[in-house]
Nanobody, 122 residues
């Protein structure tokens, strides 16, 4: 198993930026594809971005392309989500997820963190 802990959330004004981190422990981090998802109040959880185990492939939902960047540092067992030009509609709890097979928006990820709140004020 792998344990995931997100950090870096907070309150930011529209147009601002945040960088989320997800630290992994447990089994070898480098074998896992990693994803970021978010869930806004009253809405279903949605895919945000994902990255393959070696960082060679990345995927983004359309609404964040050009604003968000997913990256990973396997030496630090950490995946990041750099979020720029934030909008009020980005407000949500952000979760990171891991899976050795799933990759992309339709993958079924087995391991999840507890989430970190991101609030963007207008």
């Amino acid at each position: 198993q792998v344990q995931l802990v997100e950090s870096g959330g907070g309150l930011v004004q529209a147009g601002g930026f945040l960088r989320l981190s997800c630290a992994a422990s447990g089994r070898t981090f480098s074998i896992y594809n990693m994803g970021w998802f978010r869930q806004a109040p009253g809405k279903e959880r949605e895919f945000v971005a994902s990255i393959s185990w070696d960082g060679g492939s990345t995927y983004y939902r359309d609404s964040v392309k050009g604003r968000f960047t997913i990256s990973r540092d396997n030496a630090k067992n950490t995946v990041y989500l750099q979020m720029n030009s934030l909008k009020p509609e980005d407000t949500a709890v952000y979760y990171c997820a891991a899976d050795p097979i799933a990759l992309g928006p339709r993958g079924k990820y087995d391991y999840w963190g507890q989430g970190t709140q991101v609030t963007v004020s207008s």
